[in-house]
């Protein structure tokens, strides 16, 4: 049987011609409405676990920041007893002392020191970073404070709508 140029034959009977068969435009279009749909899902998982890792960042830092000024009126039990730690605030920064200079510091310098340089850190490692110890010379209350949210609050306290807080008591 002779085999013509129109056609493929196989052990005698002809198969079908190709067709054509791909995707239609209806078609390319629905899978790329999904594919988009998923990618703009993604990125906004991405923006809310980098969103919630830097919460967490800024709750380690202030923690480290309320530690930190339990570590130093532990170190400094003198001016823990003394009172000089009683009430510090971002209210009243104390002024600048030395007590590294190699001269003698009394515990309640050494007290202003430690404020001055605690106050210092929570307010340029924290947005609107505030700290306050208040206490009675035995049980002391550290707060740390800061704007979460970084809306610009200017409040000065705990709560809704004003600043995040980490509270501390501790006995140093």
Request: charged residues 15%; without cysteine.
């Given at each position: 049987m002779p085999f013509p140029n129109n056609g493929f034959y196989m052990t005698g009977r002809r198969l079908p011609a190709p067709?054509?068969?791909?995707?239609?435009?209806?078609?390319?279009?629905?899978?790329?409405?999904?594919?988009?749909?998923?990618?703009?899902?993604?990125?906004?998982?991405?923006?809310?676990?980098?969103?919630?890792?830097?919460?967490?960042?800024?709750?380690?830092?202030?923690?480290?920041?309320?530690?930190?000024?339990?570590?130093?009126?532990?170190?400094?039990?003198?001016?823990?007893?003394?009172?000089?730690?009683?009430?510090?605030?971002?209210?009243?920064?104390?002024e600048h002392v030395d007590c590294y200079g190699g001269e003698g510091c009394s515990a309640a310098l050494l007290a202003a020191m430690d404020a001055r340089q605690w106050l210092t850190a929570i307010a340029s490692e924290l947005p609107s970073g505030r700290g306050r110890v208040t206490g009675n010379g035995q049980l002391f209350t550290v707060t740390v404070m800061w704007d979460q949210k970084r809306s610009g609050s200017g409040g000065t306290g705990c709560g809704a709508g004003d600043l995040k807080c980490i509270t501390f008591e501790v006995r140093p």
């Open positions: 067709t054509e068969r791909g995707f239609t435009m209806v078609e390319v279009m629905v899978a790329l409405v999904i594919f988009i749909v998923g990618m703009l899902g993604l990125a906004r998982l991405q923006g809310a676990a980098l969103q919630n890792n830097h919460v967490a960042y800024l709750h380690t830092v202030a923690t480290r920041l309320a530690y930190d000024m339990t570590e130093r009126m532990r170190a400094n039990p003198a001016g823990t007893a003394g009172g000089a730690y009683n009430d510090i605030s971002s209210d009243a920064v104390p």
